[in-house]
C-alpha cells in the first residue's frame, strides 16, 4: 500500500510540470487527495486537494490559477499541473490522501488528521 509521486525536475521560470501521484494497493475512491509542498527551513504548504467522488477542489491564493488538480480514474492517479512556475514554487512535493478536512488542516501546518497514506516526495525546482 503506497503512494509514488513522479514528474518533478529542474524548471525555468514560467514553465510547467505535471506531477503525478499514484496509489498502489489502494483506491482512492471515498478519499481526498491532497498536494503538499516543504521548501528547506519551511513549514509543510497544501497546494492543491479534490475530493475523488465529486471532484471539488480547492486551491490556495497563492497556485490558484496556475495550478490544477486531476484525477485519473482508469489508472488511480492523481495529476498536479503546474503552469508559470515562479522559484517560490521549489520545494518537495507530496501527495496524500484522507479525509478533506484533514487534508486542509496538514496545508495550513496543523497537526495532520485522517490521513491514510503519505507519499515520500518529488522534487520541483525553479530556477534559471
Known amino acids: 500500500v503506497q503512494l509514488v509521486e513522479s514528474g518533478g525536475g529542474l524548471v525555468q521560470p514560467g514553465g510547467s510540470l505535471r506531477l503525478s501521484c499514484a496509489a498502489s494497493?489502494?483506491?482512492?475512491?471515498?478519499?481526498?487527495i491532497g498536494w503538499f509542498r516543504q521548501a528547506p527551513g519551511k513549514e509543510r504548504e497544501g497546494v492543491s486537494y479534490?475530493?475523488?467522488?465529486?471532484?471539488?477542489?480547492h486551491y490556495p491564493d497563492s497556485v490558484k490559477g496556475r495550478f490544477t488538480i486531476s484525477i485519473g480514474h482508469v489508472n488511480n492517479t492523481v495529476y498536479l499541473q503546474m503552469n508559470n512556475l515562479k522559484p517560490e514554487d521549489t520545494g518537495t512535493y507530496y501527495c496524500?490522501?484522507?479525509?478533506?478536512?484533514?487534508?486542509?488542516?496538514?496545508?495550513?501546518?496543523?497537526?495532520?488528521?485522517?490521513?491514510?497514506?503519505w507519499g515520500t516526495g518529488t522534487l520541483v525546482t525553479v530556477s534559471s
Open positions: 494497493g489502494f483506491t482512492f475512491e471515498d478519499r481526498a
Open positions: 496524500a490522501a484522507g479525509i478533506f478536512s484533514g487534508l486542509l488542516v496538514a496545508g495550513l501546518g496543523g497537526d495532520p488528521y485522517g490521513i491514510d497514506h
Open positions: 479534490i475530493n475523488y467522488n465529486d471532484g471539488i477542489t
